[in-house]
């Protein structure tokens, strides 16, 4: 009906350009609040404001768009002119102008863009899943008998997990899963390693990892069914995939991640190494002072040795002696030293799945009781050989003459110094000496008795 014939609208039925603009703008905002738009930039440009305008489109149409700064610095790879992008954003009207245009929220080059997107609905189904929860992570075992590692046999994060365990963890049992870490077949042949290292027996951890790479390279442990495997795992697993900046879905589904290799093979045994280092110290603190003991106790004999009796040459055989009894007492003491490592290597594997606070107490007091042993023993042997040395002296200072004279008996010699026994032998008038404790006699025979 035309205004001619009398028809009007009504004054609500009447919309300005910018109601009209904003209502259009309201319908898209909503409607296209999260879109993935695929195309080809052109005509960009980026003012003094940082922000970046441009033309997305395909052989079909164009439309505006824009990344504004605080986004646009955060893009992994910044939009350049003539680039097959991704966006991701939601779609708008700039009213001053009446332009639809796209406000951009991430830009991707076409092909890493695409996998991107299959990784991140991928990633949502797992979590969704209840793959990457915290409560169904399992704890590391303390101290583990053995590692499954499953990684490549000739790649250089077997060597670094190698080279850590050996020297953090000598004692360990460490057994190999090879795998294919990339390309096409990778994804079912890490599944297949992982599910050999589970039926180790005497396995109680797998390490899964391997060095580092570009994104293409560590897509098999962004596959699907290598993520489940992990997750059905019957060990815990630690993963250790590419560099402390690269993250993959085993790293989710595992139940450490590690940055390094290296770095997995010290979470394995990090409480481990602790304990053993515990358990040198000690036995060197305890070797130390048993060997000064030992060496106190000697010099305090060897201070006790009488040089002024005689005769010299029995009292240095004793010392002779006693010097070989301390050294056999080393003897005694290093293999006793030796059996008790063996034992406390024994009782680590057996007491493997205890705590480490029980088992150093133990070790402790059993170190606490030998050292006491040992040292009773050492006691008990100086203390006899005291004994007997003091006997001995005893028995050559009772014959000693000089002791004898101290009673008040003599010594009578004739002149060339023979000793006289039989007064028969001696004629009247003859010189004899009689020797005192204090000095000798000069006399003359008067008259002899039978």
Known sequence: MSLEMGWRPTEGEILSVSELLGKVRSVAETLFADIWVEGEISDLKIPYSGHAYFTVGDEGGKLRAVCFKNTLRLLDHHPRE????????????????????????????VGEGLARLRLEELKKKLKSEGLFDPERKRPLPPMPRAVAV???????????????????????????????????????????????ANEVEKADLIILGRGGGSGEDLSAFNDEGVARAVAASRLPVISAVGHETDFTLTDFCADQRAPTPSAAAELAVREGAHWLSVLKRSELLMAAHMRETIFGLKER??????????????????????????????????????????????????????????????????????????LGEISRKIDGLKAKNTRLFASLE????????????AVVTDAEGRVVCDASTRKEMENIFVKLQKGSLDCRITKTRP
């Open 82 to 109: 003539g680039m097959e992008v991704l966006i991701r954003g939601r779609l708008s009207v700039y009213e001053p102008r009446g332009d639809l245009q796209l406000i951009a929220d991430y830009i991707s080059p």
């Open 150 to 196: 499953v990684t490549s046999a000739s790649g250089a994060a077997l060597q670094d997990i190698l080279k850590v365990l050996k020297r953090r963890a000598p004692w360990l049992d460490v057994y190999i899963s090879p795998t294919l870490v990339q390309g096409e077949s990778a994804p079912e042949s890490l599944v297949k390693a992982l599910f050999l």
């Open 301 to 374: 004999l060897n201070a006790a040795d009488p040089k002024k009796y005689d005769p010299e040459r029995v009292i240095e055989r004793r010392r002779l002696k006693v010097d070989a009894l301390l050294e056999g007492g080393l003897d005694s003491l290093q293999e006793l030293l030796a059996g008790a490592r063996g034992r406390l290597g024994r009782a680590d594997l057996r007491l493997s799945r205890l705590s480490p606070e029980t088992r150093a107490g133990r070790a402790a007091a059993a170190l606490s009781s030998l050292e006491a042993r040992l």
């Open 398 to 409: 009772s014959l000693n003459p000089e002791a004898v004279l101290s009673r008040g008996y």
